[in-house]
């Protein structure tokens, strides 16, 4: 074998223990040359391999009655919608480059977007899940401003409307931002296309753009903290085109309606390396590469680039010798390129060629996740973190509730973000219902397939800082309720976890505790996780010393709607009709945005939660929309009931009257987020027959007052008009981020 000249010694020796480097020699049973070495950096990094996450994460529960792909088994999940038709859905990070290159955001938008297609699935919704620094500093409003603009630039050009997403802030982030995407998919289920080899012979074509050698050892630097010496790690910028991801897609989907693609991958981290060994290894199989094959945007680049470039809008794809007529017609349709670079043997072995030379021959298995690469259990010691709950009588009350309200309903956390969503195309294809139908949850409406599918988002990572596996727990019912609110049936589950080092044994213990939060709720609600990402080592130097962004998992739902009659909005529809809560309300203020931002206490616990009780609301609150029994359905949530009601007043400039309980002081039952609470508008001639279920039924509910004209009143206060409060709401964020003199 040749050797070669090792321009990423430091990285090796960065991205691998010592102890990984000795594994190295046993697996291979030899000392690596420095090429191998890099492929092994490469591989066994957090990024690829989940070496300190896998033991936990394959505890989900996966499987379920409409589970067709669970989670860890191929690029996305599955579920099926139909007899015709399944539902692909994929959650991703792109922390670490984004915050070093803000453009790259766009980046995330096409390898989210290959990861539905590779499984032979159409793209049709994207969701921006994002976490940034608080936006009063210039430093942190111009990142985000940039980040939007990419993200907006990529998915506006690819034709995918962005239906929704969570937007928060905190100083945590603002160093290490986070940027998550959710994307759904669908696909005919005799088109779903796995990633692997199927059998000796196949070969292998790289489809897409030319390889760049940009974003080499990516992967590693998204395994590893920032630190103020790491600059030489920072891999090269990648630039993300849309309209070649574009063709790409449509070139890939005609190919598979074709039915001569046997086994697909796209090329993200770890490049062309990453993709052809974890296809070779679900497929039992060995790949021969030959990377002078492979075109290249500049014939200096080394071997190692070409093979570990992290070039966009590409795609490998297995077919049989016998198809290649075929992939020439559609590549030339496209006007795309494509390269044979491969083929499938039965040795077990990647063989890497360059000009007649083999720089790298090794075992499939050594490389990947699930065969040699390595697997961390470190050790679990229980927090020592004083978890404290704050009840509304351990501090002042305030002294005038309505300005508090308006303080609440302007804070970048709550306020409409209307500014950021008015720069991405939120009806590309007509799917989103959202603009015309306000809903807790995104709807898409595919009327060509008579299909129509409710997406949820949320991680509050102030429930989570203090409690993560409470916290964890209140993300994945949230993101459920806001389904059964929308009358949509959750389904399944999608997971990014966002995390420190993992080699501090702090953030590990909050990892596992989040986990296993989920998994609770997963079980307990027989809702499966398909899907999902970790992302580790989201850490920065502060004054010399490495500190984790607070734990954040964020969680994505997605369920069904059987008919328009359950599509159910958070609008008030009329004056006079009534408005009720679900649920039960108290004096705990603990973990609300309320606590923090007028009492400046931030170390709380969460919320209290009765799981049992949550699931009970659930499917009260599916039988009242079966019924027809409420006209709208609104979940109570981050800034409380106050802010709730105002939601539900917006759509349709009503207004609210109502009377809070004497047993409940009333900052605690207008801003606390106690949980398992939902606002419900009832009409009239309905509210009988919804007095006589809710007593059948007995669940806890109380009245609250009913739907007025405009004026927002409560306990015969006026708190002022809807109007007043939609301008503040609409406005506040844009407002903060289009600021031009804030240092």
């Known amino acids: 074998m040749a050797a070669m000249n090792n321009k990423y010694e430091k990285h090796i020796r960065s991205y691998l223990t010592s102890d990984e480097r000795y594994s190295i020699e046993k697996l291979v049973g030899r000392k690596p040359n420095d090429f191998e070495m890099n492929m092994f950096a490469a591989m066994w990094s957090e990024h690829i391999s989940y070496k300190s996450s896998v033991k936990w994460i394959d505890e989900f529960p996966v499987q379920g ?142 489809i897409g753009k030319e390889t760049s050698g940009t974003g080499v050892h990516g992967a590693g630097f998204a395994s590893t903290a920032f630190s103020e010496d790491a600059s030489h790690f920072i891999p090269s910028s990648q630039m993300a085109d849309p309209v070649a991801g574009k063709i790409l897609s449509e070139c890939i989907l005609d190919l598979n309606d074709a039915g001569i693609v046997k086994g697909m991958q796209d090329v993200g981290a770890g490049g062309v390396l990453c993709g052809a060994s ?62 044979k670079i491969g083929t499938a043997t039965s040795t077990g072995r990647i063989k890497v060629n360059f000009k007649e030379k083999t720089l790298g021959d090794l075992p499939v298995t050594t490389l990947v996740k699930g065969g040699g690469a390595p697997v961390y259990i470190r050790n679990l010691s229980k927090s020592t973190r004083k978890v404290i709950r704050v009840a509304a009588d351990d501090v002042p009350y305030p002294g005038n509730l309505r300005e508090v309200a308006k303080q609440l309903i302007q804070h970048p956390n709550i306020a409409s973000r209307r500014y950021i969503y008015e720069q991405f195309d939120t009806m590309a294809g007509l799917s989103n219902t959202a603009s015309f139908f306000p809903a807790d949850a995104g709807i898409i409406n595919l009327p060509g397939y008579d299909l129509k599918i409710a997406v949820s988002i949320d991680g509050n990572s102030r429930y989570v800082k203090t409690e993560p596996r409470k916290g964890s727990m209140i993300a994945v019912i949230e993101a459920a309720r806001n389904i059964v609110c929308s009358g949509g049936s959750p389904v399944a589950l999608t997971n990014c976890l966002n995390f420190g080092d993992p080699s501090d044994l702090s953030v590990y213990y909050d990892f596992v505790e989040a986990v296993k939060g989920i998994k609770q709720v997963s079980e307990k609600s027989k809702i499966p996780v398909i899907a999902g990402n970790v992302s580790f080592n989201n850490v920065v130097l502060k004054d010399g010393e490495p500190v984790s962004v607070q734990p954040t998992p964020i969680i994505g739902m997605v369920g069904t709607i059987k008919n328009n009659n359950e599509l159910t909005s958070v609008g008030f529809k009329a004056k006079g009709d009534m408005i009720y809560i679900l649920g039960k309300s108290d004096n705990d203020i603990s973990g609300s945005e309320y606590l923090a931002s007028v009492h400046l206490v931030e170390e709380t616990s969460s919320p209290e939660l009765d799981l049992e009780l949550e699931m009970k609301l659930h499917s009260v609150i599916g039988e009242l929309i079966e019924r027809q029994l409420i006209v709208s359905a609104h979940d109570i949530s981050l800034g409380g009931l106050f802010v709730a009601l105002v939601e539900c007043c917006l759509p349709g400039n009503l207004g609210f009257d109502i009377t809070s309980p004497a047993e409940v002081r009333t900052d605690a039952f207008l801003f606390g987020e106690s949980q398992s609470r939902v606002v419900v508008s009832v009409s009239a001639h309905d509210e009988t027959d919804f007095l006589d279920f809710m007593i059948e039924k007995k669940f806890p509910f109380s009245a609250l007052g009913h739907v007025t004209k405009q004026e927002l009143r409560i306990d015969d206060k006026s708190f002022g008009f809807i109007t007043d409060y939609a301008r503040i709401y609409e406005d506040a964020l844009g407002e903060l981020l289009d600021k031009k003199d804030i240092e």
């Not at 919704?125 to 430093?139: D, M, S, T, V, W």
Request: aromatic residues 6%; glycine residues 8%; negative net charge.
């Open 65 to 206: 009655e409409h589970i067709r792909v669970p989670a860890q088994a191929e690029n996305a999940g599955i579920f099926d919608l139909n007899d015709q038709y399944s539902c692909v859905i994929k959650m991703e990070s792109h922390n670490h480059p984004t915050a070093e290159h803000p453009g790259e955001a766009s980046v995330a938008v096409g390898n989210i977007f290959r990861d539905i297609v590779a499984m032979g699935g159409k793209p049709v919704a994207l969701l921006n899940i994002l976490r940034f620094g608080k936006p009063e500093g210039k430093q942190s409003r111009n990142f985000i401003n940039n980040v939007i603009r990419a993200l907006g630039n990529y998915s506006n050009n690819f034709g995918i409307p962005v239906i929704g997403g969570e937007v928060l802030f905190d100083d945590t982030y603002k160093d290490n931002p986070l940027v998550n995407l959710m994307a759904i998919g669908l696909v005919r289920k005799e088109k779903i296309v796995t990633a692997s080899l199927k059998e000796k012979g196949d070969a292998l074509y790289l």
């Open 278 to 339: 974890e296809m070779a290894f679900r497929g039992n199989l060995g790949i021969d590469l030959e990377l002078d094959e492979i075109p290249v945007m500049d014939e200096e680049i080394s071997p190692i680039d070409i093979l570990l470039s992290q070039s966009q809008d590409q795609m490998l794809v297995a077919i049989n010798e016998d198809d290649v007529e075929v992939l020439h017609r559609i590549a030339v349709k496209w006007k795309i390129e494509y390269t």
